[in-house]
């Protein structure tokens, strides 16, 4: 099949320009800005945190809907904000608070299908977390945020971007079509924004490992990549989760897996998005 270029010529692409748009958009969210800040210190409490919080009444929200969600196992039981802190942790209070801060949580600047794609990546990895001997709670975060790079490149190119994931349906070609057109991609791209905030190595270190098929470490992202693509692309050809997993997964062990994520992935989506 013939590929036509993309007609749209790349941008010139500043990685530290398109960063710096993020702190942009952050003064505009203060309260998700501080959030991001605060709950990485080692002498913040649920009841700090919470207070914050509170001051971004869509984020908080959002958080209390999540903590009641059926991922927590708490549904109608959250009744406070700082229990619900307390119930899906800082990591994912601050992982919510990027999401609002980056504007990922308006669909109208985003690429297609992003969060249909998101959350089932998001709970795909979570669910497999133990496999790996990861957390699920930081597995889910990992997920959330990997397509951060995604919308930050289709924010600097609408346009460019667009055509490409029209022409890149499968998201491994289509992160070997960022690099060419970019210099970056996405998912490194996610990396780079998360190590500037001070995000810990346990969750950019499975970023940056996604494209070394010989590292475990980036096996679990790999893996929750082609759950979701085998959950939302038509078109979408399986890799065998084997090659994908360095042995670790076996398609058998994909089956719960698919079932469960295809379950809940639509109140996830309404929780993040405050739907």
Not at 60 to 72: G, I
Not at 205 to 234: C, H, K, P, Y
């Amino acid at each position: 099949m013939t590929v036509t270029p993309l007609s749209a010529p790349p941008p010139a692409f500043d990685l530290e320009k398109v960063l710096a748009s993020i702190d942009t958009m952050a003064a505009q969210r203060p309260v998700a800005a501080q959030v991001v800040t605060v709950a990485n210190g080692e002498d913040t409490s649920a009841k700090v945190l919470s207070r914050i919080l509170a001051s971004d009444v869509a984020l908080a929200t959002r958080v209390m809907k999540l903590a009641n969600s059926a991922y927590f196992g708490m549904r109608g039981r959250v009744t406070s904000l700082q229990f619900a802190v307390t119930v899906v942790g800082f990591t994912t209070v601050r992982t919510m608070a990027t999401v609002a801060l980056t504007e990922l949580d308006d669909e109208s600047r985003l690429p297609e299908n992003f969060w249909d794609v998101t959350t089932c990546l998001a709970l795909a990895a979570a669910t497999l977390a133990p496999r790996f001997g990861e957390r699920p709670p930081d597995a889910l975060c990992v997920g959330l945020l990997a397509q951060m790079g995604a919308a930050l490149l289709h924010h600097n190119d609408p346009d460019g971007y667009a055509e490409l994931v029209a022409e890149h349906p499968d998201v491994t070609g289509r992160r070997a079509a960022e690099l060419r057109r970019y210099g970056v991609h996405s998912v490194r791209l996610t990396a780079v924004a998360l190590e500037q905030w001070g995000f810990p190595h346990s969750m950019t270190g499975r970023l940056n490992q996604i494209d070394d098929f010989t590292s475990l470490e980036g096996g679990l992202l790999r893996a929750a990549f082609e759950v979701a693509s085998r959950l939302t692309a038509d078109d979408h050809d399986p890799v065998p989760i084997m090659r994908l997993t360095c042995g670790q997964l076996r398609e058998d062990d994909l089956v719960p897996v698919l079932d469960s994520v295809r379950a809940d992935a639509d109140e996830l989506r309404r929780a993040m998005l405050g739907e």
